[in-house]
């Protein structure tokens, strides 16, 4: 039984109690806890004998696949620290990420080799590097065989405490990537819900307490849409295993909301979890488009965390799936974990609870009502950037004798103590003194029966300052609606101020791979709009 809030330790105690239980579930491969447990244990037995020990930093470059979890798992078995990569970096991002990282190895998917090959000599640090199969064909000398790694003899067990990190790379929407360095206990609590989302004696107060939440949980099957690497699909992952929940894993390699209704009809899914409208929508299109074609009696809870989740596709999907399936939009961010479910505001926008350590921040000092500044969170917080002082004092303030995440997401602290959330700060548009938050008027946007995306960004006005322009993408078989006609759709959503000056026309809003918008692309794209 676990004696201490290391996700390994907590794992092997789930492996332990449920043995028989699904714990993977996919197309590709499928294991129970015992078995996952054992192939974790020969997996980290092998990087061990490769020369990764505790402390030693491991990227995780793969798509969604089982081994993506089975390799997280080896890594923090060994006391090693994993990283996540985003698999759409290219050149200069991936060099700066594995640098920033220190990265002592990485697991890799083999269509990956390449890139893993040009970086290898940039990298001093770098022991060893192993290749999945993912049947690319690709050639991937240099690599170990991850499938040969498995059948490594089991050694350890090797030294953990609750104080080692993980580390969450972030990209957010501007800038390059940054490692949030997260203690298991702090993300225990902060990030997975300490055991207590799908348990009905909620939060574990002692690491023992994992061993009753697997136990006597719901022996439910929860399904990540969003990509592993993904720190709001990682979260939820956690969340489950913590209560021994089967994951089902879409391990194809690409995202087609028709194949993902057939996995949730198939695996008899329980909890699909996305991030915000680029999946929800796309989704909710092939429920409308094939009515009665999936059984879906099985699904009880469509959530979203990490994205803007707009009320009218809530709503929409909500009506496309069984009576009684509940839709839950959750917020947070990479540098304070979970902040809650949302509700929705009067102005359309999302509201969180605020309490001893959820406030609004402003000028270093808490906001008092009727001010917007940034959210931030104290107690299970992270402990800083992965070797960056200098953000990492800008982020993490003591304020008022105790150490606060100040999270980038600007919010207003309301009269009656919740906080209304605008989205994040560093794409504000200042026009005319007014602040305007692009999620809102992209929510406003996506709401027009043409508009299938979109994303707002501001472009500079010699008188103004800033004016606002939207970069929006037609619905497939929709006609072009004038401009004016779409103002006057938003009018009846926006005040006046808000109300976008132009629109771009694009085939496509570009985002992430976890669904959020491109702002880069965005503002260079609107710097040139009349």
Same mark, same amino acid.
């Given at each position: 039984?676990?004696?201490? %809030? ?44 490769? !020369? ?28 090693? +620290?994993?990283?996540?990569?985003? %698999? ?25 080799? !390449?890139?893993? *090959? ?8 770098? @022991? ?5 199969? /993912? ?6 000398? *240099?690599?170990?065989?991850? #499938? ?23 990209? !957010? ?16 609590? #902060? ?19 994992i061993a009753d939440r697997a136990a006597n949980g719901y022996p439910a099957r929860l399904f990540p849409v969003a990509p592993l690497m993904h720190a709001a699909a990682f979260w939820a992952v956690w969340s489950a295993m913590l209560n021994g929940l089967a994951i089902v894993i879409d391990d194809s390699t690409s995202?087609?909301?028709?194949? $993902? ?14 991030? *915000? ?8 299109? &092939? ?27 809530? /709503? ?7 009576? !009684? ?20 505001? #009067? ?26 500044? %940034? ?15 200098? @953000? ?13 995440? +100040? ?17 994040? *700060?560093?794409?504000? $548009? ?19 029966? &043409? ?20 970069? +929006? ?8 609606? &004038? %401009? ?12 006046g101020y808000k109300l976008p000056k132009a629109l771009i026309w694009v085939d496509a809003v570009r985002r992430s791979p976890a669904g959020k918008q491109d702002y880069r692309w965005a503002k260079d794209l609107v710097k040139a709009a009349r």
């Open positions: 039984m676990a004696t201490q %809030f290391h996700l390994a330790d907590l794992f092997e105690t789930i492996a332990a109690t449920v043995p028989e239980r699904p714990a993977i579930v996919s197309d590709a491969l499928t294991l129970t806890y015992a078995q996952l447990d054992a192939r974790t244990t020969a997996l980290a037995s092998g990087l061990a004998a490769h !020369g990764v020990k505790r402390g030693d930093t491991v990227g995780l470059y793969m798509l969604n696949r089982p081994e993506h979890l089975e390799a997280f798992i080896a890594v923090i078995k060994l006391g090693a +620290v994993p990283f996540n990569v985003n %698999f759409r970096y290219r050149g200069d991002e991936l060099a700066y990420l594995f640098a920033n990282a220190d990265a002592a190895a990485v697991i890799h998917d083999a269509q990956f080799a !390449g890139q893993v *090959g040009e970086l290898r000599a940039a990298l001093p640090a770098l @022991k060893v590097a192993v290749a999945v199969d /993912d049947r690319s064909g690709t050639d991937c000398t *240099g690599s170990l065989d991850y #499938a040969r790694l498995l059948e490594t003899p089991p050694s350890g067990p090797w030294p953990r405490d609750e104080s080692d990190i993980l580390l969450t790379y972030t990209g !957010g929407t501007t800038g390059m990537p940054k490692g949030v360095m997260w203690p298991h206990r702090a993300f225990f609590f #902060a990030c997975a819900g300490a055991g207590g989302y799908f348990n009905p004696h909620g939060p574990a107060r002692e690491p023992g307490d995202f087609d909301p028709a194949h $993902i209704w057939d996995i949730v009809a198939r695996h008899r899914v329980n909890m699909v979890q996305i991030v *915000g409208d680029a999946m929800a929508i796309p989704l909710r299109d &092939a429920l409308r488009d094939n009515p009665g074609r999936w059984d879906l009696s099985a699904v009880g809870n469509f959530g979203s965390g990490g994205a803007v989740f707009s009320r009218h596709v809530k /709503d929409d999907i909500a009506a496309l799936l069984p009576p !009684g399936a509940t839709i839950t939009d959750g917020l947070g961010s990479s540098e304070t974990g979970t902040s809650g479910q949302a509700e929705a505001s #009067a102005e359309g926008m999302m509201r969180l609870p605020g309490n001893d350590q959820q406030k609004v921040v402003v000028d270093g000092r808490f906001a008092v009502a009727g001010e917007t500044g %940034f959210i931030a969170r104290s107690g299970n917080t992270p402990v800083g950037y992965y070797g960056d002082p200098v @953000k990492s004092a800008e982020v993490f303030q003591t304020i008022a004798g105790q150490l606060w995440a +100040v999270s980038g997401d600007a919010g207003r602290l309301d009269e009656d103590g919740m906080i209304t959330v605008f989205g994040r *700060g560093s794409t504000c $548009i200042n026009s005319g003194g007014e602040k305007i938050f692009p999620e809102e008027v992209e929510e406003a946007l996506r709401a027009h029966p &043409a508009i299938l995306d979109a994303v707002v960004a501001g472009q500079p006005d010699p008188r103004w300052g800033e004016r606002v322009v939207g970069v +929006v993408a037609l619905r497939e078989g929709a006609t072009e609606p &004038a %401009f004016d006609a779409v103002r006057e759709f938003l009018r009846e959503r926006l005040a």
